[in-house]
């Protein structure tokens, strides 16, 4: 599987004053669709951060706050979810 990377920066544009470092990263398939979206601060992950398969399948889905993760990573239900009629 080869991936293709993108990666966006935004940061403060006054001289000689530190600001806050804001960076998207974005992967792709070979075939267009995405791979990935993570979301930092500083170098630290923050915010969204979702993966899908090449299929479109969402795998990934959790938010970083402060260092701690809130959701899950592969989660899978503890038994299989019965389709309504």
């Known amino acids: 599987m ?3 990377g993108l ?6 544009t006054v001289p000689g004053v530190s600001s806050p470092i804001l960076e998207e990263r974005r992967t ?3 075939n267009g669709r995405p791979y ?20 479109g ?10 260092g701690r993760r809130y959701g899950f990573i592969n989660a899978r239900p503890c038994r ?3 389709e309504q009629p």
Do not use: C, S
């Open 36 to 55: 990935e979206v993570r979301h930092f601060y500083n170098g630290r992950e923050e915010g969204l951060q979702q993966a899908w398969t090449e299929d």
């Open 7 to 12: 990666l966006l920066l935004l940061a403060g």
């Open 28 to 30: 792709f398939y070979p």
């Open 57 to 66: 399948r969402l795998y990934i889905n959790y938010e970083m706050r402060n």
């Open 2 to 4: 080869k991936i293709i």
């Open 80 to 82: 299989p979810v019965e």
